[in-house]
C-alpha cells in the first residue's frame, strides 16, 4: 500500500510537472552564439548583431520586435539559413542549417510576386523549383489557394490584385511548401490598417483551426500591437549592435482584447523596453542584464525638430505627462514614428520616460511655451548639452581659423561607430539639428560646415500669450 502511495504521488508530481511548464518539445532550430559583423578594409569591425542564443518551438507564434534598422531582418535571414552567421552556429533539428535542409518559407513584406505569370502560376513554382510533377503541385496550389480565400482568382495576374490580395497570393506561395516555420517579414506594414487588421484575424484563423501545413510562425515587426496580438511568445530587440532585451511569452487566450486591462500593460511594458535602451532589464529565471557601456557617439534618434516640438505641445496641453500607449492613440502613430520622436526628447532634455509614461521637464515646458527665436537658442542649449557630435563640430568650428571644415571629417569619425547607412542617417539628422540651432551653417555644394553667427539667451516674452 505504501509502494503504491509513492507511485501515486509521483504521478502526480509529474502530471503536476508538465501542466505547469506546459512540456516544451524538442526546438526545430536553436541559434547558439550567432553574430553577425562586417570589417572594413582598416581591420575594424562594425557589429551588427551581439551574440545572441534563441530558439524556436513547435507551436507557437513567436514576433521580433525592435526599433528599425536594428538588424531584425538579417536575424530572421541567418535563421532561414539564407546568410551566414560571422560567427555561432544555427541548428535545424540538431544539425547545421542549410537551405536545402531547412524547411522553411518566407512571405515578405513586398509581396515579391513574378508579375507575368497568374496567380495560380505564382503559387505553383516553389513545387516546380523542387521537382514536384505538375499534376501534384496542381492539385496542392489549388488547394491552399482555397484556404487562403483565393478559389476563383487562379487565372489573375498580380497586377489585377488589391494589395490584401497579393499578400494572400504570397500567403499561399509560402504554405504551398509545407513548411515547418513559416517566417514572415513585416508582412502587414504595406497594407492599408483595415486589409492588415483582416488577414492578421485570417492568419490567426487559419493557425488556431490548424488549416495551416505548418509548426511554427516566427513574424518580424514593429507593430508592438500587432505583436501582443499575434504572438505566443515575444522577443525585442536593442539596436547597436542587436542584442536581445527581452523574452517572455503572452499568455492571454485568443481573440485578445485590445482595451483589456492585460493588454494594454503588456503593449506599455514593450513601449518601456523600447524606449529606454540603457535601462537594465532582469530576464526570465535570470538575474538582470549588465548596462552597456554608453557609447563615445550615442545614436541620434532620426527625428525633425517639428516633431519634437509638437510631442511637447502636445504634452504641455495635456498636463505635461501622459501614457505612452495613450500618446499614441492620440496621435495616430505606431511605434516606428512615434519612438524616434520620444527617444530625441528624453535625449534632449525635454522629457522624461518612468514606467511607461512620458512627462514633459522644465526645460521642455520653456520649449513648448516659446516663441520661434527662443526656441532656437532652447534648442542650441540642449544641442550643446547633450549631443557630443554637436559639441564636437561646434568646438572644432570655433577652434579653426576660418571657422570651416569639410563634412568628411565627421563622416570618418562616425564611420567609426556605425554601419554605412547609419552613418548617413546619423549626419543628415546632426545637420537638420545643428542648422535648426544655428550651431552651423552647411553649404551642400562644397560640402562644408561654417560657423553660425551665434544666438544669444532666451528672453521672455514681451507680451502674454494668447490662449489657444
Request: hydrophobic share 45%.
Amino acid at each position: 500500500m505504501g509502494r503504491l502511495s509513492s507511485v501515486f504521488s509521483l504521478s502526480k508530481k509529474i502530471t503536476a510537472f508538465f501542466l505547469e511548464y506546459d512540456f516544451v518539445a524538442e526546438p526545430i532550430i536553436q541559434a547558439r552564439a550567432v553574430e553577425k559583423f562586417y570589417t572594413q578594409p582598416d581591420g575594424n569591425r562594425i557589429e551588427v548583431i551581439a551574440p545572441v542564443d534563441l530558439d524556436v518551438q513547435p507551436g507557437k507564434i513567436i514576433t521580433l520586435l525592435g526599433p528599425s534598422g536594428c538588424g531584425k531582418s538579417t536575424l530572421l535571414r541567418i535563421l532561414t539559413g539564407l546568410s551566414q552567421p560571422s560567427s555561432g552556429e544555427v541548428l535545424w533539428h540538431g544539425a547545421p542549417i542549410t537551405s536545402q535542409n531547412a524547411g522553411v518559407a518566407i512571405v515578405f513584406q513586398s509581396f515579391a510576386l513574378f508579375p507575368w505569370l497568374t496567380v495560380l502560376d505564382n503559387v505553383e513554382a516553389p513545387l516546380e523549383a523542387r521537382g514536384v510533377p505538375a499534376l501534384e503541385r496542381h492539385k496542392r496550389a489549388l488547394r491552399i489557394l482555397d484556404t487562403v480565400g483565393l478559389d476563383g482568382f487562379e487565372s489573375a495576374y498580380p497586377k489585377e490584385l488589391s494589395g490584401g490580395m497579393k499578400q494572400r497570393v504570397g500567403f499561399a506561395r509560402a504554405l504551398v511548401v509545407e513548411p515547418e516555420v513559416l517566417f514572415m517579414d513585416e508582412p502587414f506594414s504595406a497594407l492599408d490598417v483595415l486589409t492588415a487588421e483582416s488577414l492578421r484575424n485570417e492568419l490567426l484563423e487559419l493557425w488556431l483551426s490548424k488549416k495551416m501545413p505548418t509548426k511554427a510562425i516566427f513574424i518580424v515587426t514593429h507593430n508592438i500591437e500587432e505583436a501582443v496580438l499575434l504572438a505566443d511568445r515575444v522577443i525585442v530587440l536593442g539596436r547597436n549592435p542587436a542584442r536581445v532585451r527581452a523574452d517572455f511569452p503572452i499568455e492571454l487566450a485568443q481573440p485578445r482584447d485590445r482595451k483589456s486591462p492585460r493588454f494594454v500593460e503588456l503593449v506599455d511594458y514593450i513601449y518601456k523596453i523600447m524606449t529606454q535602451p540603457d535601462l537594465a532589464l532582469a530576464a526570465p529565471d535570470a538575474a538582470a542584464v549588465q548596462k552597456p557601456a554608453r557609447q563615445k557617439y550615442q545614436m541620434i534618434p532620426h527625428a525633425r525638430v517639428g516633431g519634437i516640438a509638437g510631442l511637447l505641445e502636445l504634452l504641455q496641453d495635456r498636463g505635461g505627462k501622459e501614457d505612452l500607449y495613450r500618446l499614441a492613440e492620440v496621435l495616430i502613430m505606431d511605434a516606428e514614428d512615434l519612438l524616434p520622436i520620444l527617444d530625441a526628447s528624453v535625449l534632449l532634455g525635454f522629457a522624461t520616460l518612468n514606467e511607461g509614461d512620458v512627462e514633459i521637464t522644465a526645460d521642455g515646458t520653456r520649449f513648448a511655451e516659446a516663441d520661434i527665436l527662443n526656441r532656437k537658442i532652447l534648442f542650441r542649449q540642449a544641442a550643446l548639452t547633450h549631443i557630443v557630435i554637436l559639441q564636437q563640430i561646434d568646438s572644432i568650428l570655433h577652434a579653426k581659423t576660418d571657422h570651416s571644415i569639410s563634412e568628411e571629417f565627421f563622416y570618418d569619425i562616425l564611420d567609426e561607430h556605425f554601419s554605412e547607412d547609419e552613418v548617413q542617417r546619423q549626419f543628415e539628422t546632426a545637420m537638420n539639428w545643428g542648422r535648426y540651432a544655428e550651431i552651423f551653417d552647411f553649404d551642400r555644394e562644397s560640402h562644408r560646415l561654417t560657423l553660425a553667427e551665434p544666438v544669444g539667451e532666451p528672453h521672455p516674452p514681451t507680451t502674454a500669450p494668447v490662449p489657444s
